[in-house]
């Protein structure tokens, strides 16, 4: 159930609301918006009355909802959510760039890639310290000597840091020294690590997992959301598909189809999608073209050395005429509206 209050609603109408809403034993997600204010209920194990809302002053009507999602909806807020990062944002309208290495290595690597982000102007620096290996053997990442790394790196150039937790240990430790917590696309479905970061303080990057839905994905962040973590940011990253010349199938239709359910901001990992290095500059252009809010891309200053997905890696060259082609796209598209 969905409550939408009257657009003179007052502040204490809206509390009244969701008091009653915690009599019932449910949880209330109050969601303002710019002309009226909606509530979302969650906890309910089956249909809720409307009756207990409907004669509340300042509501205006008590809408069932029928799809499988509640809070990741546009019924429950029309306007697009913008997640904010202290100077930094998501969702609005400026387009937003995250690159960095697929892991911190060394801080000289880290040091040397992050000046070259800080330069191109993007406002967000990624690096995994935990990475999810398909080889038990392959390099795993320097765990929290990495993340010392990234924090070092956020107080020289004022980056933001995104980067990955793999469990809910992680999770503990990603909140010490980051901005955003990566959830990547094979944890899309650890439901008790979407728990865990829906109680985080810190907004949440959420890949695609490698064979979702467009529902299951949605629904991966209404776990995130459910728990009262409103700063969830999509990330399509490509797909299995049969197709052997990439390494996933960057579904950029995604873009458009979670911008039509959903007020969270999407954006495009072309790195991840191709897994090719020439093949992430075309991408990037084309997910900034369907209207992505943001790019994150992998950089390198030795892509041939890397410890981790270096194919897909771009020189510290391309990575900044990248910059310069989505900026150029981007500045010609109006901003896309909701729906
Ligand atoms: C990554 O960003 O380096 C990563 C492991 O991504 P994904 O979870 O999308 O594979
Ligand atoms: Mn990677």
New binding site residues.
């Given amino acids: 159930m969905l409550i939408v209050m009257k657009s003179d609603a007052t502040t204490g109408q809206v509390e009244a609301v969701v008091r009653v809403i915690e009599e019932l034993g449910y949880r209330a997600h109050p969601m303002p918006g710019a002309s009226r204010t909606a509530i979302g209920i969650t906890g309910n194990p089956g249909a809720v009355d409307p009756s207990h809302f409907e004669n509340l002053p300042g509501v205006s009507e008590a809408v069932r909802v029928s799809k499988p999602y509640k809070l990741v909806t546009v019924d429950l807020r029309s306007e697009k959510t913008v997640v904010q990062i202290g100077d930094a944002s998501i969702g609005g309208d400026e387009l937003a760039i995250i690159a960095g290495p ?2 911190i290595e060394s801080r000289e690597q880290a040091f040397t890639v992050a000046e070259a982000v800080r330069r191109s102007g993007a406002k967000f620096f ?1 690096g ?1 310290a935990f ?2 290996r398909t080889s038990p053997y392959a390099f795993q990442g320097l765990g929290e000597d990495g993340l010392k790394i990234l924090e070092e790196i956020r107080e020289t150039f004022g980056l933001k840091i995104v980067t ?1 937790a793999l469990d809910e240990a992680g999770v503990d430790l990603v909140e010490r020294y980051a901005d955003v917590i ?1 959830i ?4 899309m479905q650890n439901f008790t690590l979407l728990r865990r970061v829906g109680k985080s303080r810190l907004p949440v990057l959420l ?1 695609r997992g490698l064979s979702a839905t467009l529902d299951e994905w949605l629904l991966a962040a209404e776990y995130i959301m459910s728990e009262g973590n409103y700063q969830v940011v999509m ?1 399509e ?1 490509g797909i299995r598909t049969f197709a052997q010349h990439t390494r996933n199938t960057l579904d950029l239709s995604a873009i458009p189809a979670v911008r039509r359910i959903s007020h969270l901001p999407v954006i495009v ?1 072309p790195s ?1 999608g191709t897994g090719k290095n020439y093949m992430v500059t075309p991408l990037a252009r084309a997910g900034v073209a369907v209207g992505a809010d943001g790019l ?1 891309i ?1 950089v390198h200053d030795r892509p041939d050395h890397a410890l ?2 270096g194919a897909q890696a771009l020189t510290l060259a391309q990575y900044e005429q990248l910059v310069t082609e989505v900026r150029a796209i981007h500045e010609v598209l109006a901003p896309t509206p909701v729906g």
Avoid: T, V, Y
Avoid at 184 to 187: D, K, L, N, T
């Fill in positions: 697929c892991a990624r995994g990475k999810p990955e990566q990547g696309a094979r944890s890949k990330c990253r990992d991840h994150i992998e981790c997905d």
